[in-house]
């Protein structure tokens, strides 16, 4: 059993930056694809990022591609989500996610999930 538990959200103006951490513990950190997902009010969740367990490959959405960047460090069982020149748009709450194969764009497919972080852009 794999417990996810994200960090660094907060509150920031249009343009700025925040880094999201997630922080795994419980199972083979290394052997987990892992995914930002989030979920603004009234919406369905939604993809944002994916990376490979072993970080060589990653996936983005189309609304973040070129300005959000998906890292893992496995020595530290933790995923990043770096997100720069943020949007009022990107208001959410972002959740990280794992499974035990490939990464997958759909929430469907991963086994296990954080409680989520705010992230909040004002105009």
């Known amino acids: 059993q794999v417990q996810l538990v994200e960090s660094g959200g907060g509150l920031v103006q249009a343009g700025g930056s925040l880094r999201l951490s997630c922080a795994a513990s419980g199972g083979t950190f290394s052997s987990y694809a892992m995914g930002w997902f989030r979920q603004a009010p009234g919406k369905e969740r939604e993809f944002v990022a994916a990376?490979?367990?072993?970080?060589?490959?990653?996936t983005y959405a189309d609304s973040v591609k070129g300005r959000f960047t998906i890292s893992r460090d496995n020595a530290k069982s933790t995923v990043y989500l770096q997100m720069n020149s943020l949007k009022p748009e990107d208001t959410a709450v972002y959740y990280c996610a794992a499974r035990t194969d490939f990464p997958t764009t759909r929430r469907r497919d991963y086994d296990y999930w954080g409680q989520g972080t705010q992230v909040t852009v004002s105009s």
């Open positions: 990376i490979i367990w072993s970080g060589d490959h990653s």
